[in-house]
């Protein structure tokens, strides 16, 4: 599975964006997914993760409430729509898939990473 994500840019606080990571294989489908963030001087961290039906969503504690993790099977592709952005969501954010059926939540549960896509996030 090769991942690509795009949709970072420079805002200001307060302000939305929309991340999405498109996928290849025709198994995207059975994986779970999951965002990552990793911003200068701090580990990779985990942000939102959701399994293979969508059914079940996880969220990092500093992202909950303001942050939504979705995905459209038939276009491959998982979404971060991020809202009342933060200076302290300034990092690179990655994308990763894991084939199993679990929703994890640490770095070394997912297989497969595409490469990041930076948010800067101003005030």
């Known amino acids: 599975v090769q991942l690509q994500a795009s949709g970072g840019g420079s805002v200001q606080t307060g302000d939305s964006l929309r991340l999405s990571c498109g996928a290849s294989g025709r198994t995207f489908s059975s994986y779970t997914m999951g965002w990552f963030r990793h911003a200068p001087g701090k580990e990779r961290e985990f942000v939102a993760g959701m399994s293979w039906s969508g059914g079940i969503t996880y969220y990092a504690d500093s992202v909950k409430g303001r942050f939504t993790i979705s995905r459209d099977n038939a276009k491959n592709t998982v979404y971060l729509q991020m809202y009342s952005l933060k200076t302290g969501d300034t990092a690179d954010y990655y994308c990763?898939?894991?084939?199993?059926?679990?929703?994890?939540?640490?770095?070394?549960?997912?297989?497969?990473w595409g490469q990041g896509t930076l948010v800067t996030v101003s005030s």
């Open positions: 990763a898939a894991d084939p199993t059926a679990r929703v994890g939540v640490r770095v070394s549960e997912y297989y497969y």
